[in-house]
């Protein structure tokens, strides 16, 4: 099979939740149709057999969810609507506050693992602030110029694309560029990164600006004589304060930032934050965290994926948690 | 056999495979590419569209690469493919000048030019274009399409499809299937400085001409870059050339315009050879590989202008040596009857440029017809300033051939600027010529007062500086000339 | 037409050279080209490390200088299907950087000051492994990190750190996809989707399949096959995106009211009655549902049905209209063209709105109800829960689930996080929540990648916080800037992996291989570790693994050793083909 490099192991795999429930010793069918061994369910009975159904705590779809009920989240055990830390009521158009999209992807770049790949940056080599024209107009933003994008905890500027391709009221930018390195010879690879330095600055955040474009350096290969590109685009996470979804741990990518022409000081690339602010966001969303332990002093439903899974015993937290841990 | 490919953008979704796949199957360096994805955005939010083209060597039945190559390093081969020889190639750049559509690049490495060859070397393997094969979407066919049942042959005739620029009469076998015509009319949507995730290639510097119009709302937002390959070397050699053919054609009334001793016998030839051979060594040096010029000798194309007009020059530079052996040997009778023929090969001298340009099916400004007669003004312009430094004060005939010619000269360079021109390539290169800047001075502009500081010289009796003015004024209008030509976009 | 008037048959090119002649595959220089210059190649198929889609890779190996020539598609992969997408071919570029990392690094300046010198992989794997040691003795199993960005591999770390005893996996899940996992997963209890979208009538997209995303090539072959066959596009994004530009319709509503937007169009489902109704009956908890709606209510379907009505009457077209600033009318259409698809609506949404919101789980929660409401969940052209074309091999030897709960990684804030709290880790330890001491990030950028990236920097330069950090890493990173050793690891063409992904409704296995060790083993010319076959001392993470835990407990008293000893050699230790 080596030889062939992959193969396939079952075509056309549909409706496997209607595979039959091969094991079924010490089971039995409550009246709603549950097949239940050791009060657990681990199947359904679908037209008089037994099935496997859904890997769920009913082993059905649950639309109406009882972990989440369970879990001190009893208003969202349904599909429902919550407003977002993006919604309109959190932001002040007036300000110049708009909605960052900072998320989005190029067809021909991997994260950030493909600043090694010439092929691709000589292809993509910047990361543009996408912002439709009305915005532009009313912000005082021409095209390609200057823009620095403020959040709560920093800034940076890069430059304006304004296009019809957003929606007004969004500003977008895509993740993979603004690839830096602080040193001559070692760090991201020449290809891809401008060369940084980092600097604290009279207020006490810190700074990383720009010292040297991306340019033709001399190496094994006669390409790298002919990078043409210099820009490489912007680093923007740097400036994202954590905002952790309190049920998903996700981290919230869209921001709220204000928009709008750089100062006289700015240079592009230019990217601020200030670490002191970090912990403020970071404790604030913190208390919208509804902690373990839940049912049974549990850490987590036993149903739930987990990576690498510990012992059963793991979950049953030993004391409860006062919050700081 | 008709290889070819069907481009399916019903079907693409601009990912760059094909880009990356050839690059990596044939080597491609930084900074060029054999085919690439352009995109245009057209419309205004919500109602805007991102559409693609993939652009490559079209394997034209007419490939005027193949007609203009003096060395006949490309190829039509028997299976349709359009095919380059690396090693035979002189690096001359004739054939990025004759290709529509932007499909040739100079290996600066290999001093040869390099594109699209539909992967020859795996179709002797019988396998597809890395291309075609790479393709998630299946948007690029490759096959024949002399055979009537192949897939790209029954994709044609079962769809609607379109080529790049059929205007162009090179009848391409690129054809695409479900391409929006704003991608395929260069020069119709806008060109921001930068890209939507990219810089745009710093080839072509100049903004567009704010008189030449464009689609509203359709941008492109990403293209590869194309570099001005013929540069001053060229311009210079259309004055170099002017001059040695100029003071030919005028040496037979030499006499009657008031010339008289050395200058009148000697000097006219003389001046031809200087010119001559500082064209010829031009010539040369701007070829990417030099001392392969011999091959013009060893593997000419005879349909090539560049082979035509590398004979009519030999021709005449072996002439007018053979005149001034004649002269030293005091065979004066006979000089002076051989400069008529001579005077004839001059006129071929100055004009056969206007062939070679018009092979150049890039460049739509250059195959103007106002090409032939105005590079006769030209040479006798410039013929003119010369002798003028040479004649007697009172030689006025003289004077009013060269006032003639200055007139002639800024008639035909407002002809070519602002009268009509057929097609959207040629206009948008028209406007360009008054957009060229050199030594970061409109070209044209410059040349215009430049020759008319010409003008009054040699009314003033001035000959020497009227000399100079005219040959630097001609200069900026040739640079202009031969820049804005290469401007325009193909794709 | 031959000379005898038959008609001859249509010979179209090949796409790849058949299998049987994968040894030796002759083919032409295009360096030479016109030249006809032969040369032979051995064709070695691969996976492709780029992104988690793990398509097919085919690397032509030049076998007398053991150097990959370039990188096509994998004619027999059943996800890629011989195609690729940009990132594939120029893995070529990532094996050839002159910039590469080639030998193992160690940190001989400051943290962060830039100076490195080669080291050999004794001396890395001595350091490491007598640090963990002295970590598993003094009990301090919590000290042990492993923090992965790119996995590229089914279970083989579980195994490893299982053996360890630790508990000790870190990810990158929670800046990625940990929201849309949660809204599936209360669903199907699988935390991702599968779309079969060649099958599919209406494609529903809150992503930008035609371009990126897991799994981008193989998905957008399919999508495309689907919309050929007739299927209609709907693509909900902010900005338009290369698969929005394709799309039949483009929804651009206010970033994080999509699930509102989604929620209007299973509105219009329940108030046409469009949806399925005895899908809805036999599959979903609607008895335990109108419980909840409604505790007093008898448990009879239509009573459900009128109470779901009932619970969904606020989210109007109208209403979303006015919330999301889209087009009442287009919401209406849309909805009835789901409606009309019936099972065959496959839809997606991977990161965009669900990792862009705060509630952004209820976007892949709504939009999953919209599937759940169709039938369309495991049918023919409709949205399969990713177990479901997931093939996840069993390893031999299983060790023991690990006895502890790292609360660094699952801290009791986050009880339904999926999955560890990974980009908290500074601020948690800003916090003083604990220390680590030995750290291994795995193709990993968290000072890039990571929002508040310089509270990652500040972490990776305090010495008292991390006692080292090995970075395991094919490139440069901004991270490795940091790290006291950077541990040169393999790109696709250089390492072993097994990998299976829910492209499609199929399941496959693909074998990720280092290319030129197999190479060499097909030419008669074993190496014994991967590195002495790929470029410079370039290893792989499963040799890497399996070395360090040998180290780790050279008498076996700790219980590791035991589980890295050959099966099939009693004593010795195990080899990578084992």
Same mark, same amino acid.
């Not at chain 1, 912990?279 to 208390?287: A, F, G, N, S, T």
């Not at chain 2, 955005?41 to 919500?46: D, H, I, L, N, V």
């Not at chain 2, 690129?174 to 949507?189: E, M």
């Not at chain 3, 299982?162 to 849309?180: F, M």
């Given at each position: 099979?080596?030889?062939?490099?992959?193969?396939?192991?079952?075509?056309?795999?549909?409706?496997?939740?209607?595979?039959?429930?091969?094991?079924?010793?010490?089971?039995?069918?409550?009246?709603?149709?549950?097949?239940?061994?050791?009060?657990?369910?681990?199947?359904?009975?679908?037209?008089?057999?037994?099935?496997?159904?859904?890997?769920?705590?009913?082993?059905?779809?649950?639309?109406?969810?009882?972990?989440?009920?369970?879990?001190?989240?009893?208003?969202?055990?349904?599909?429902?609507?919550?407003?977002?830390?993006?919604?309109?009521?959190?932001?002040?158009?007036?300000?110049?506050?708009?909605?960052?999209?900072?998320?989005?992807?190029?067809?021909?770049?991997?994260?950030?693992?493909?600043?090694?790949?010439?092929?691709?940056?000589?292809?993509?080599?910047?990361?543009?602030?996408?912002?439709?024209?009305?915005?532009?107009?009313?912000?005082?933003?021409?095209?390609?110029?200057?823009?620095?994008?403020?959040?709560?905890?920093?800034?940076?500027?890069?430059?304006?694309?304004?296009?019809?391709?957003?929606?007004?009221?969004?500003?977008?930018?895509?993740?993979?560029?603004?690839?830096?390195?602080?040193?001559?010879?070692?760090?991201?690879?020449?290809?891809?990164?401008?060369?940084?330095?980092?600097?604290?600055?009279?207020?006490?955040?810190?700074?990383?600006?720009?010292?040297?474009?991306?340019?033709?350096?001399?190496?094994?290969?006669?390409?790298?004589?002919?990078?043409?590109?210099?820009?490489?685009?912007?680093?923007?996470?740097?400036?994202?304060?954590?905002?952790?979804?309190?049920?998903?741990?996700?981290?919230?990518?869209?921001?709220?930032?204000?928009?709008?022409?750089?100062?006289?000081?700015?240079?592009?690339?230019?990217?601020?934050?200030?670490?002191?602010?970090?912990?403020?966001?970071?404790?604030?969303?913190?208390?919208?965290?509804?902690?373990?332990?839940?049912?049974?002093?549990?850490?987590?439903?036993?149903?739930?994926?987990?990576?690498?899974?510990?012992?059963?015993?793991?979950?049953?937290?030993?004391?409860?948690?006062?919050?700081?841990? | 056999?008709?290889?070819?490919?069907?481009? &399916?953008? !019903?079907? +693409? =979704? @601009? #990912?760059? *495979? /094909?880009?990356? %796949? $050839?690059?990596?199957?044939?080597?491609?360096?930084?900074?060029?590419?054999?085919?690439?994805?352009?995109?245009?955005?057209?419309?205004?939010?919500?109602?805007?569209?991102?559409?693609?083209?993939?652009?490559?060597?079209?394997?034209?039945?007419?490939?005027?690469?193949?007609?203009?190559?003096?060395?006949?390093?490309?190829?039509?081969?028997?299976?349709?493919?359009?095919?380059? &020889?690396? !090693?035979? +190639? =002189? @690096? #001359?750049? *004739? /054939?990025?000048? %004759? $290709?529509?559509?932007?499909?040739?690049?100079?290996?600066?490495?290999?001093?040869?030019?390099?594109?699209?060859?539909?992967?020859?070397?795996?179709?002797?393997?019988?396998?597809?274009?890395?291309?075609?094969?790479?393709?998630?979407?299946?948007?690029?066919?490759?096959?024949?399409?002399?055979?009537?049942?192949?897939?790209?042959?029954?994709?044609?005739?079962?769809?609607?499809?379109?080529?790049?620029?059929?205007?162009?009469?090179?009848?391409?076998?690129?054809?695409?299937?479900?391409?929006?015509?704003?991608?395929?009319?260069?020069?119709?949507?806008?060109?921001?400085?930068?890209?939507?995730?990219?810089?745009?290639?710093?080839?072509?510097?100049?903004?567009?001409?704010?008189?030449?119009?464009?689609?509203?709302?359709?941008?492109?937002?990403?293209?590869?870059?194309?570099?001005?390959?013929?540069?001053?070397?060229?311009?210079?050699?259309?004055?170099?050339?002017?001059?040695?053919?100029?003071?030919?054609?005028?040496?037979?009334?030499?006499?009657?315009?008031?010339?008289?001793?050395?200058?009148?016998?000697?000097?006219?030839?003389?001046?031809?050879?200087?010119?001559?051979?500082?064209?010829?060594?031009?010539?040369?040096?701007?070829?990417?590989?030099?001392?392969?010029?011999?091959?013009?000798?060893?593997?000419?194309?005879?349909?090539?202008?560049?082979?035509?007009?590398?004979?009519?020059?030999?021709?005449?530079?072996?002439?007018?040596?053979?005149?001034?052996?004649?002269?030293?040997?005091?065979?004066?009778?006979?000089?002076?009857?051989?400069?008529?023929?001579?005077?004839?090969?001059?006129?071929?001298?100055?004009?056969?440029?206007?062939?070679?340009?018009?092979?150049?099916?890039?460049?739509?400004?250059?195959?103007?017809?106002?090409?032939?007669?105005?590079?006769?003004?030209?040479?006798?312009?410039?013929?003119?300033?010369?002798?003028?430094?040479?004649?007697?004060?009172?030689?006025?005939?003289?004077?009013?051939?060269?006032?003639?010619?200055?007139?002639?000269?800024?008639?035909?360079?407002?002809?070519?600027?602002?009268?009509?021109?057929?097609?959207?390539?040629?206009?948008?290169?028209?406007?360009?010529?008054?957009?060229?800047?050199?030594?970061?001075?409109?070209?044209?502009?410059?040349?215009?007062?430049?020759?008319?500081?010409?003008?009054?010289?040699?009314?003033?009796?001035?000959?020497?500086?009227?000399?100079?003015?005219?040959?630097?004024?001609?200069?900026?209008?040739?640079?202009?000339?031969?820049?804005?030509?290469?401007?325009?976009?193909?794709? | 037409?031959?000379?005898?008037?038959?008609?001859?048959?249509?010979?179209?090119?090949?796409?790849?050279?058949?299998?049987?002649?994968?040894?030796?595959?002759?083919?032409?220089?295009?360096?030479?080209?016109?030249?006809?210059?032969?040369?032979?190649?051995?064709?070695?198929?691969?996976?492709?490390?780029?992104?988690?889609?793990?398509?097919?890779?085919?690397?032509?190996?030049?076998?007398?200088?053991?150097?990959?020539?370039?990188?096509?598609?994998?004619?027999?992969?059943?996800?890629?299907?011989?195609?690729?997408?940009?990132?594939?071919?120029?893995?070529?570029?990532?094996?050839?950087?002159?910039?590469?990392?080639?030998?193992?690094?160690?940190?001989?300046?400051?943290?962060?000051?830039?100076?490195?010198?080669?080291?050999?992989?004794?001396?890395?794997?001595?350091?490491?492994?007598?640090?963990?040691?002295?970590?598993?003795?003094?009990?301090?199993?919590?000290?042990?990190?492993?923090?992965?960005?790119?996995?590229?591999?089914?279970?083989?770390?579980?195994?490893?750190?299982?053996?360890?005893?630790?508990?000790?996996?870190?990810?990158?899940?929670?800046?990625?996809?940990?929201?849309?996992?949660?809204?599936?997963?209360?669903?199907?209890?699988?935390?991702?989707?599968?779309?079969?979208?060649?099958?599919?009538?209406?494609?529903?997209?809150?992503?930008?399949?035609?371009?990126?995303?897991?799994?981008?090539?193989?998905?957008?072959?399919?999508?495309?096959?689907?919309?050929?066959?007739?299927?209609?596009?709907?693509?909900?994004?902010?900005?338009?995106?290369?698969?929005?530009?394709?799309?039949?319709?483009?929804?651009?509503?206010?970033?994080?009211?999509?699930?509102?937007?989604?929620?209007?169009?299973?509105?219009?489902?329940?108030?046409?009655?469009?949806?399925?109704?005895?899908?809805?009956?036999?599959?979903?908890?609607?008895?335990?549902?109108?419980?909840?709606?409604?505790?007093?209510?008898?448990?009879?379907?239509?009573?459900?049905?009128?109470?779901?009505?009932?619970?969904?009457?606020?989210?109007?077209?109208?209403?979303?209209?006015?919330?999301?600033?889209?087009?009442?009318?287009?919401?209406?259409?849309?909805?009835?063209?789901?409606?009309?698809?019936?099972?065959?609506?496959?839809?997606?949404?991977?990161?965009?709105?669900?990792?862009?919101?705060?509630?952004?789980?209820?976007?892949?929660?709504?939009?999953?109800?919209?599937?759940?409401?169709?039938?369309?969940?495991?049918?023919?052209?409709?949205?399969?829960?990713?177990?479901?074309?997931?093939?996840?091999?069993?390893?031999?030897?299983?060790?023991?689930?690990?006895?502890?709960?790292?609360?660094?990684?699952?801290?009791?804030?986050?009880?339904?996080?999926?999955?560890?709290?990974?980009?908290?880790?500074?601020?948690?330890?800003?916090?003083?929540?604990?220390?680590?001491?030995?750290?291994?990030?795995?193709?990993?950028?968290?000072?890039?990648?990571?929002?508040?990236?310089?509270?990652?920097?500040?972490?990776?330069?305090?010495?008292?916080?991390?006692?080292?950090?090995?970075?395991?890493?094919?490139?440069?990173?901004?991270?490795?800037?940091?790290?006291?050793?950077?541990?040169?690891?393999?790109?696709?063409?250089?390492?072993?992996?097994?990998?299976?992904?829910?492209?499609?409704?199929?399941?496959?296995?693909?074998?990720?291989?280092?290319?030129?060790?197999?190479?060499?083993?097909?030419?008669?010319?074993?190496?014994?570790?991967?590195?002495?076959?790929?470029?410079?001392?370039?290893?792989?993470?499963?040799?890497?693994?399996?070395?360090?835990?040998?180290?780790?407990?050279?008498?076996?008293?700790?219980?590791?050793?035991?589980?890295?000893?050959?099966?099939?050699?009693?004593?010795?230790?195990?080899?990578?083909?084992?």
């Amino acid at each position: 099979m080596r030889r062939y490099g992959a193969f396939l192991v079952e075509d056309e795999a549909y409706r496997s939740h209607e595979a039959d429930l091969t094991d079924s010793d010490g089971t039995r069918v409550d009246e709603e149709g549950t097949v239940l061994r050791d009060g657990v369910a681990v199947g359904l009975e679908v037209e008089g057999r037994a099935v496997v159904g859904f890997p769920t705590p009913s082993r059905r779809l649950e639309l109406h969810s009882q972990t989440m009920h369970d879990w001190k989240w009893a208003e969202q055990t349904m599909p429902g609507y919550i407003k977002s830390h993006v919604h309109a009521d959190e932001m002040d158009a007036a300000k110049g506050q708009m909605v960052l999209v900072p998320t989005f992807r190029l067809p021909t770049l991997i994260h950030t693992r493909s600043a090694n790949a010439k092929w691709l940056y000589e292809l993509s080599n910047t990361n543009p602030v996408w912002i439709h024209p009305s915005d532009a107009d009313r912000l005082g933003i021409a095209p390609d110029s200057l823009v620095r994008l403020e959040t709560s905890i920093g800034h940076f500027v890069n430059r304006a694309w304004v296009t019809e391709a957003i929606r007004p009221g969004v500003v977008a930018c895509s993740h993979h560029l603004g690839r830096w390195r602080l040193f001559d010879d070692v760090g991201t690879d020449r290809w891809a990164s401008a060369r940084v330095v980092r600097e604290t600055t009279p207020g006490g955040a810190v700074r990383f600006r720009r010292v040297e474009h991306i340019k033709a350096f001399d190496s094994s290969d006669p390409d790298s004589r002919r990078v043409w590109w210099t820009d490489g685009g912007v680093h923007q996470n740097l400036v994202f304060p954590v905002q952790p979804d309190p049920v998903s741990g996700m981290h919230c990518w869209h921001q709220v930032v204000r928009v709008g022409p750089a100062s006289a000081d700015d240079r592009y690339g230019d990217v601020v934050v200030d670490t002191r602010r970090s912990m403020e966001v970071y404790k604030r969303w913190m208390e919208q965290t509804r902690p373990a332990p839940g049912p049974g002093g549990l850490r987590r439903p036993r149903w739930f994926a987990r990576a690498v899974k510990p012992a059963p015993e793991t979950y049953i937290m030993e004391e409860p948690v006062d919050g700081g841990g | 056999m008709q290889y070819g490919f069907v481009i &399916d953008h !019903d079907n +693409c =979704i @601009g #990912c760059h *495979a /094909c880009t990356v %796949a $050839c690059k990596s199957e044939n080597d491609v360096p930084v900074g060029n590419f054999r085919t690439s994805v352009k995109y245009v955005e057209e419309g205004a939010f919500p109602a805007i569209k991102r559409h693609f083209l993939v652009q490559r060597c079209n394997h034209c039945t007419d490939a005027p690469c193949v007609t203009i190559c003096p060395v006949n390093a490309l190829e039509k081969r028997e299976d349709g493919i359009v095919d380059i &020889d690396r !090693d035979a +190639c =002189i @690096g #001359c750049r *004739a /054939c990025m000048q %004759a $290709c529509p559509y932007d499909a040739i690049y100079l290996n600066e490495d290999m001093g040869a030019v390099e594109k699209c060859h539909f992967c020859a070397h795996r179709v002797e393997q019988n396998l597809e274009p890395a291309c075609a094969v790479v393709c998630p979407t299946n948007a690029i066919i490759a096959g024949d399409f002399h055979d009537p049942e192949s897939k790209v042959s029954l994709l044609v005739r079962g769809n609607p499809t379109k080529v790049r620029r059929p205007e162009q009469g090179t009848s391409p076998n690129v054809h695409y299937k479900g391409a929006a015509d704003i991608t395929l009319q260069p020069g119709r949507a806008s060109r921001p400085d930068t890209y939507l995730f990219s810089q745009r290639p710093p080839a072509k510097p100049e903004p567009w001409p704010s008189q030449l119009p464009t689609v509203k709302d359709a941008r492109v937002v990403l293209d590869v870059g194309h570099k001005v390959e013929w540069g001053w070397p060229v311009a210079l050699y259309l004055l170099t050339k002017s001059i040695a053919a100029g003071v030919a054609v005028l040496a037979p009334f030499a006499t009657a315009l008031g010339i008289s001793g050395w200058r009148s016998s000697i000097f006219p030839e003389l001046t031809a050879l200087v010119f001559t051979l500082i064209t010829l060594v031009l010539l040369v040096e701007d070829l990417a590989r030099p001392s392969r010029f011999y091959r013009l000798l060893t593997r000419p194309n005879w349909n090539s202008w560049l082979v035509k007009g590398g004979v009519i020059l030999g021709a005449f530079t072996a002439l007018t040596s053979i005149i001034l052996l004649l002269r030293v040997a005091g065979a004066h009778g006979v000089a002076d009857i051989l400069r008529w023929p001579n005077a004839i090969l001059a006129l071929f001298v100055a004009g056969y440029t206007a062939f070679l340009f018009a092979q150049c099916k890039g460049r739509d400004l250059w195959e103007s017809r106002l090409l032939l007669p105005h590079l006769l003004v030209q040479a006798i312009l410039c013929g003119s300033a010369v002798l003028l430094v040479v004649s007697p004060v009172e030689a006025t005939v003289l004077t009013w051939i060269l006032l003639g010619s200055i007139v002639a000269h800024a008639c035909f360079c407002l002809l070519e600027r602002h009268g009509h021109h057929a097609t959207a390539n040629a206009q948008q290169a028209a406007a360009f010529l008054g957009t060229v800047r050199l030594w970061d001075i409109p070209a044209l502009w410059a040349g215009y007062i430049v020759l008319a500081l010409g003008a009054v010289s040699a009314i003033s009796g001035i000959p020497f500086s009227c000399a100079i003015a005219v040959l630097i004024g001609l200069y900026c209008y040739e640079h202009a000339y031969v820049r804005a030509g290469q401007l325009p976009p193909l794709s | 037409m031959s000379k005898s008037g038959t008609p001859l048959p249509v010979i179209e090119l090949e796409t790849y050279p058949p299998v049987e002649t994968w040894d030796d595959v002759t083919d032409l220089d295009p360096a030479a080209w016109p030249r006809q210059v032969e040369r032979h190649s051995m064709l070695v198929p691969t996976t492709c490390f780029n992104c988690e889609a793990g398509c097919g890779l085919m690397a032509w190996i030049d076998p007398e200088t053991q150097k990959i020539r370039k990188l096509e598609g994998n004619p027999h992969h059943p996800g890629s299907r011989g195609r690729n997408c940009a990132k594939g071919p120029a893995t070529l570029n990532q094996v050839e950087d002159p910039e590469r990392i080639l030998y193992p690094l160690k940190r001989v300046g400051e943290r962060g000051s830039g100076q490195f010198e080669r080291v050999t992989w004794d001396e890395v794997l001595d350091d490491l492994a007598g640090r963990m040691r002295t970590a598993l003795l003094e009990e301090r199993h919590d000290e042990i990190m492993y923090h992965v960005g790119r996995p590229g591999a089914d279970g083989y770390m579980d195994r490893v750190l299982r053996s360890w005893g630790v508990d000790a996996h870190n990810s990158h899940t929670n800046v990625c996809s940990a929201s849309a996992r949660v809204g599936y997963a209360l669903w199907s209890g699988a935390d991702r989707p599968s779309p079969d979208h060649a099958n599919a009538k209406f494609i529903l997209m809150l992503s930008a399949h035609l371009e990126t995303g897991h799994y981008f090539n193989p998905h957008a072959q399919r999508i495309v096959e689907g919309m050929n066959a007739g299927a209609k596009m709907c693509v909900i994004d902010v900005r338009l995106s290369n698969t929005a530009s394709r799309a039949d319709w483009w929804l651009a509503p206010r970033p994080g009211t999509e699930p509102l937007l989604l929620l209007a169009m299973a509105h219009v489902l329940l108030e046409e009655e469009l949806y399925d109704r005895d899908f809805l009956e036999r599959w979903v908890n609607w008895k335990d549902t109108l419980a909840f709606l409604d505790p007093e209510a008898k448990p009879d379907f239509d009573v459900f049905i009128e109470a779901l009505k009932k619970h969904y009457a606020f989210a109007t077209p109208e209403a979303a209209a006015e919330e999301c600033d889209v087009d009442a009318d287009m919401i209406r259409e849309v909805a009835r063209a789901i409606g009309e698809a019936g099972p065959a609506f496959a839809t997606h949404v991977w990161r965009s709105a669900a990792s862009g919101n705060l509630g952004g789980w209820q976007v892949s929660r709504c939009l999953q109800f919209l599937v759940v409401l169709m039938g369309a969940v495991g049918t023919e052209g409709g949205t399969n829960p990713n177990s479901h074309n997931k093939f996840v091999a069993r390893p031999f030897d299983n060790p023991p689930p690990q006895k502890r709960w790292n609360e660094l990684l699952y801290p009791p804030e986050f009880p339904l996080a999926y999955h560890e709290m990974s980009f908290l880790l500074p601020h948690m330890m800003e916090e003083g929540r604990g220390r680590i001491d030995t750290y291994f990030t795995r193709v990993y950028n968290p000072v890039w990648t990571n929002p508040d990236g310089l509270m990652w920097e500040q972490l990776l330069r305090d010495e008292s916080r991390i006692g080292v950090h090995a970075a395991l890493t094919p490139t440069w990173s901004e991270t490795a800037q940091y790290a006291d050793y950077v541990l040169p690891m393999g790109v696709g063409a250089e390492r072993h992996d097994l990998l299976s992904q829910e492209t499609h409704a199929a399941k496959w296995i693909s074998f990720r291989q280092p290319v030129l060790r197999v190479a060499r083993e097909r030419m008669g010319d074993p190496v014994e570790f991967t590195w002495q076959a790929n470029p410079g001392e370039v290893w792989e993470e499963d040799e890497f693994w399996i070395e360090l835990s040998w180290r780790i407990d050279p008498d076996g008293s700790l219980g590791i050793r035991k589980h890295y000893e050959s099966p099939y050699r009693p004593g010795e230790k195990i080899t990578i083909d084992e």
